[in-house]
């Protein structure tokens, strides 16, 4: 009896890591990096792309440029083993930017990997840079859309728009946020200026962080509290 109250912290010390650990092919989806920027300038984009399916490969990406907040300049990193193209064309109803009528903008932007070798495989991802602009000055928010192809031509479509307070949708598009303070360590570009303080680091941090190191404070204290409860009930004297 006396190795029970440990043989329950054990347990309980087990569980909360099973609380803890990394999150299925369920919540990786597409994402962007940062989270937000500056309404009116250029930014520079990272969409970070995971493989989610270990029999098949990612062989290409596509986002999608939304019509409603157009963008018409897109300049793409180059990626070694990637091809990307910068599609552009009429809007299929013009949008008033500022004093100046858009007609024609950036489409989408999509990236082909130029070998087998050079697909995402397995449990990888692999991150997809471009800079855009200028962003719309109105709005609080960017929504962009992503296809991602695999190579047995199996189509992942991140398409779905959050609803402000809802749940997350099973295939999410990618949302920029727009934020004035956004601009703070960024230059002209949206390139981060050196030395400068950034909230990209924090914007890129996973969702679930927070919530996972608040449940790993419940499951310690309620062991805790249990372990302490099971040796004052054993520790008394029959009668």
């Known amino acids: 009896m006396r190795h029970v109250p440990t043989r329950v912290a054990l347990a309980l010390l087990v569980g ?16 962007v990096s940062p989270a937000q920027a500056a ?3 250029f930014t520079t ?20 440029m939304p019509e409603a907040t157009p963008i018409t300049s897109a300049a ?6 990637w091809r990307a193209t910068v599609e552009d064309g009429p809007l299929a109803t013009p949008v008033k930017v500022g004093s100046a009528t858009v007609t024609e ?13 050079d697909a995402i495989d397995g449990t990888q991802y ?8 200028p962003l719309p000055t109105t709005g609080d ?30 295939n999410p598009a990618i949302v920029l946020r727009l934020d004035k303070a956004a601009a703070t360590g960024v230059d002209e570009h949206g390139m981060p200026v050196a030395g400068a303080p950034t909230t990209a680091a924090v914007a890129d ?3 679930g962080v927070a919530l996972a190191v608040a449940v790993a404070g419940v499951v310690l204290g309620a062991a805790a509290l249990l372990l302490g409860l099971l040796n004052r009930t054993l520790g008394r004297p029959r009668r």
Do not use: C
């Open 76 to 81: 793409v990193h180059k990626l070694a083993g």
């Open 39 to 41: 309404p009116g300038g």
């Open 45 to 64: 984009l990272t969409f970070r792309v995971p493989n989610e399916r270990a029999e098949a490969a990612t062989t290409s990406v596509r986002i999608v």
């Open 141 to 170: 928010r960017i929504v962009f859309k992503a296809l991602q192809t695999y190579a047995d031509g199996v189509v992942s479509r991140w398409i779905e728009e959050p609803t402000p307070g809802g749940p997350e949708p099973e």
């Open 105 to 117: 903008a950036i489409t989408s932007v999509t990236w082909t990997a130029s070998t087998a070798a």
């Open 126 to 133: 692999q991150e997809f840079s471009v800079s855009v602009g």
């Open 205 to 207: 941090r996973p969702a």
């Open 16 to 31: 909360a890591a099973i609380a803890l650990a990394p999150v299925g092919p369920a919540q990786a989806h597409v994402s």
